[in-house]
Structures are given as structure tokens and as C-alpha cells.
């Protein structure tokens, strides 16, 4: 949950990334902590890991500066993908304000993205809160491989099966090349500070 | 000609699978791979590239067991203890008791056993704290499977009068069950999983959204008359292979009442509306929707071909699903 300090005009907020294992979650906060060095006010922190497996989760810190009068921090986390950390991802997700959900193109993927859509959905009710209310974006990853030719789900399909219901926003990307990683995070961070407006009534 | 192909286009996809970490996909398609190498006999060195599929299929089964039966348990460095402790840890200002608290039970939920009971021991001479560390320490060594050692601490603890007769037995009692449910024994599965606010009854039921009433759908659900979410495809494997080739067919549903789903199958695919006969059972189904993807029997309750439209020329088959598992 975002932490707001009235006397140093400074808000605290949290982005977990989420997805099926494999998915390039950790690949996303790589290449963020890569690029968006004016931004990034840490080190890229991963604990722990199992060949390049995330066990409990990646931490990066960023800052964006001076919004509406406040310095806004941003903690980005990721959380483990694999279905035996359920316990681990659950801790991680506590107090996210924002949530970008990395779904793998992949189609053999299709029915572990489904899965853990219904996982976050799961999890975010146990906390008592929606999923159709908590800022969320949507990144399509991996979509370079289809110029290898491998199979890939269509866009379509990801969208029908992933976000028919939810309707918000999403983007095709390529986390290892960087394609879609900013906007996917601009507008998940977007939504978030609308979000926190209201919450928080900090605007004014 | 086209089985060289496949035999392409599979290993390369096992390949990518392999390198990319999701070593159950990896797996199914060396299997595959394998299969298809059998039934190409013109293949000179068939022998030769059946084994080293096999050694990788082995390989890839070894990677498997390994990662499944490893568990977020092992030791971290103490900078990174720090930063869980920091990251994860409810903190009040005011108390800074109450965090050291929090900070040692926060390293035990991410698995750090040894460290939170370290930190955790001087609590045990804490009115206010004494029970709740004694139940944590135990709870530990339970976890690093040093179920003997919990039970002497705990007698011990009594005998100290740390804990009274009384907790010493719910405690002994809570242990001597199993290990099983150890948190929900002790009533510390609230410290792991506390909802942050509490819906009541609840600002996500609002009739007048679109939310409330997909979420009434997929979490609201009367256990004893189970609800069938919303089915965006179905999946049907036919027992006749031929029609399917031994994989699904993927149907869009184009209607949904219950477990009633319309299904529109186009005019062209004449030999899958040929074996589609009313009645019949169709054990193999594969259900798609935007939550879950659950396996289930159906059966084909009506069929007719569409007189009018855009649609005209195809068929409408009704389906109802049989025990959604």
C-alpha cells in the first residue's frame, strides 16, 4: 500500500509484475534498470534465484521526480511465476498499487496464463480487493518469436482469453528486446497515480 | 517431405522450451520429437538421434525432479535478509519493539527459519510478546523438521514459566497432530495472509457494473449448486481420430446459458458435423474461459444447420457439460 509522508511530500508506491512462470517478468525490471537509468534510484536486487528462476522475488527501486508537487518513489517487484511459490507470490502482491501482468505469447503457454490471471484474481480477493478496480496493464511478451517461427498465440486470442472481461489496457511486447517494456510501465504507473489522486486526495 | 519438416519445427520448438527454463513443454515435445524419429524409416542415423533424444529427455527429467523438489527455504545473505525485513514488515513508529517483532516473523514467512528464531528468543522474556515467539520458535524448528527439539523448547518453556500449563499443552497438542495445518494450530496463518481491508458485503456488488456481475459469477458461487463460468471455447477430441487428427478441435461458443453452450461449426468442416450425432458423449472436452481452463465430459443435445443470416449453411450444436472437474 502506497505510503504518503504530508511533511516531506513524498509518496511510496509498489507495481508488482505478474505472470506465469517463464513469462519474462524478471527480463521486464532487467531491462527497465538497464535503459531508464535516470529513473532508477537502486540496484536491481533478485532474491533469490535458481538458475535464473525467480524464488521469492526482483526488487527495483525508481523515482519519477516531482508530480503535482510530491516526489514520487516507485518500488517494482516481480513475483514467482512457478505454481509451487503460491505462498511466496501471495506476499509479494500485499499492498501492490499497481499491477502489470506479463502473459507469455507463447502457445503452450496459453492455459498457464489463464492460470495465473485466476491466481492474481484469487489472491487480490483475499486481500479485499478486485481485480476489475486495482490499476492493471496487460504486456503480450515474447512476441519476437514469432518472426523464428514459432507458434504464437494471436493477439486476439490473448486478449479474449485474458482480457475480455477485465478491458484494460495492453500491449504486445518483447521484454528482451525492450519492445513494449515502457509503455507497458508508463501506463501501468499512469493509472496508478490516478489512482492514488483519488485514494490519497494529494492533487489538490 | 512433411514429416522431415515437423521433425524440424518440433525440435527447434523443444529446443527454445529447453532453453528457455519451461522444461514440462520441453519435455512433451522431445516425446514427440521421438515418435516422429520412429516413423522415419528412411532415416540413415535414426538410431543415433534417438538416443541423444534420449539422454536430453533424461536430462530435462533430472532439471524437472530437481526444481520441484527444491523450495524457497535456503539461506540468503544477511543484506538481502535486511532488505526482506525492510520491504516486507508492517512497521509502527512508535513501538519499535512491535517492528523487531514483526521483522523476525516476516524472515519466517520467507523461509529464513534459523535467522527468526536468532531474532525472535529475546522475545520469549516479553509479557506482551512471550506467547506469540514461543509459538513462532516452535513453528521454525517444525519447518526445518526438528519436530523433537520444538517439543523439548516447549517443555522446557513451561518449566521456565515463560508459558503457562495450560498454553504448554495446546502447544504440545498442536504439534503432536502432524505437521500438517501447523500454522492454522498455532492460529498463525493470520500472520501470513492478513487481508488488508475488508470488504463487507461489499462495494464490488454493485449491481449497476459490469464487475459485479462477472464477479458474482467467479466468486461468489453457491458450493451446492455449483455455476459454470463463462465459456469463451471449447475443445473437442474425438474418439474417431480422423476427424481430429488426435488433437482438439477448438470451437468458439457463441451462446451460453448454465452449462448449455451453442457451438458454430462451419458448413466446411462436413465430417465433424457428420460424427457430431445428437446423444453423443464426448468425454475429452477442454473448456476456455478468461479465469480457468478446465477438463469435462459433455453431450451433444441438439444440432440443426442455420436457415438465415450470415451464419446460414453452418451448424448450431447445443452441448451441456457434464461434471466440470
Redesign the interface.
Known amino acids: 500500500m502506497a505510503v504518503f509522508n504530508i511533511q516531506t511530500r513524498e509518496i511510496e508506491c509498489k507495481i508488482v509484475f505478474y505472470g506465469p512462470g517463464r513469462g519474462g517478468k524478471t527480463t521486464n525490471l532487467e531491462y527497465v534498470h538497464k535503459t531508464f537509468r535516470k529513473n532508477v534510484t537502486g540496484e536491481l536486487v533478485s532474491i533469490d534465484t535458481q538458475g535464473d528462476r525467480t524464488l521469492f522475488f526482483d526488487f527495483l527501486p525508481i523515482g519519477l521526480g516531482k508530480i503535482n508537487g510530491c516526489d514520487v518513489k516507485v518500488q517494482l517487484f516481480t513475483v514467482p511465476g512457478q505454481p509451487q511459490y503460491g505462498s511466496t507470490r501471495k506476499l509479494v502482491l500485499k499492498g501492490a498499487d499497481g499491477i502489470v501482468f506479463v502473459a507469455d505469447s507463447l502457445n503452450v503457454q496459453r492455459k498457464n496464463n489463464i492460470l495465473s490471471l485466476q491466481d492474481l484474481h484469487d489472491n487480490l480477493k483475499d486481500y479485499g480487493k478486485s481485480i476489475f478496480k486495482v490499476p492493471l496493464v496487460l504486456q503480450y511478451n515474447k512476441r519476437d518469436l514469432g518472426d523464428q517461427g514459432f507458434p504464437l498465440l494471436e493477439i486476439s486470442q490473448m486478449e479474449k482469453d485474458l482480457n475480455r472481461q477485465l478491458k484494460v489496457p495492453s500491449f504486445a511486447g518483447s521484454a528482451i528486446n525492450g519492445d513494449g517494456v515502457g509503455d507497458t510501465l508508463k501506463r501501468c504507473l499512469e493509472l496508478t497515480l490516478q489512482n492514488l489522486q483519488k485514494e490519497l486526495n494529494w492533487a489538490g | 517431405m512433411a514429416l522431415k519438416k515437423k521433425i524440424y519445427?518440433v525440435n527447434?520448438?523443444a529446443a527454445?522450451?529447453n532453453s528457455?527454463?519451461?522444461y514440462e513443454?520441453a519435455l512433451e515435445k522431445y516425446r514427440e520429437l521421438l515418435e516422429l524419429i520412429k516413423k522415419y524409416k528412411v532415416l540413415k542415423n535414426r538410431e543415433d538421434l534417438e538416443r541423444k533424444i534420449l539422454i536430453k529427455i533424461k536430462g530435462i527429467q533430472k532439471k524437472l525432479a530437481f526444481?520441484?523438489s527444491?523450495?524457497?527455504g535456503?539461506e540468503?545473505d544477511s543484506s538481502?535478509k535486511d532488505?526482506?525485513k525492510k520491504?516486507?514488515t508492517d512497521s509502527n513508529e512508535k513501538d519499535p519493539e512491535y517492528n523487531d517483532f514483526q521483522k523476525a516473523l516476516t524472515l519466517a514467512?520467507?523461509g529464513q527459519f534459523e535467522d527468526s528464531i536468532i531474532d525472535m528468543l529475546p522475545f520469549l522474556k516479553h509479557k506482551a510478546f512471550r506467547l506469540e515467539a514461543a509459538k513462532n520458535i516452535a513453528r521454525c524448528y517444525i519447518k526445518l523438521g526438528k519436530k523433537d527439539e520444538a517439543l523439548k523448547l516447549i517443555e522446557k518453556w513451561a518449566l521456565d514459566f515463560i508459558i503457562s500449563e495450560k498454553e504448554k499443552t495446546s502447544l504440545l497438542l498442536a504439534f503432536s497432530e502432524g505437521n500438517s495445518n501447523i500454522d492454522q494450530k498455532l492460529n498463525l496463518d493470520n500472520e501470513?495472509?492478513v487481508?488488508?481491508?475488508?470488504?463487507e458485503n461489499d462495494?464490488?456488488s454493485d449491481s449497476s457494473s459490469?464487475?459485479s456481475y462477472?464477479?458474482g459469477d467467479?466468486?461468489e458461487s453457491d458450493p451446492d449448486s455449483p455455476e459454470i463460468m463463462?465459456i469463451?471455447?471449447v475443445g473437442i477430441k474425438l474418439a474417431d481420430k480422423e476427424n481430429s487428427g488426435g488433437e482438439p478441435v477448438e470451437f468458439d461458443v457463441s451462446f451460453q446459458a448454465g452449462n448449455h453452450l451453442s457451438l458454430i461449426i462451419s458448413s466446411r468442416e462436413k465430417s465433424m458435423i457428420d460424427s457430431l450425432d445428437v446423444g453423443l458423449k464426448l468425454n475429452d472436452m477442454c473448456f476456455?474461459?478468461?479465469?480457468?481452463?478446465f477438463k469435462s465430459s459433455g453431450i451433444v443435445l441438439s444440432k440443426h444447420q442455420i436457415p438465415n443470416g450470415p451464419k446460414k449453411g453452418d451448424w448450431c450444436l447445443d452441448i451441456e457439460i457434464k461434471n466440470p472437474t
Open positions: 519445427s527447434k520448438e527454445l522450451y528457455q527454463g519451461m513443454e526444481y520441484k527444491e523450495r524457497p535456503k540468503i538481502k532488505l526482506i520491504l516486507f514467512k520467507f501470513d495472509i487481508p488488508e481491508e475488508v470488504v462495494n464490488l459490469d464487475d462477472i464477479l467467479i466468486s463463462e469463451n471455447s476456455y474461459s478468461p479465469i480457468a481452463v
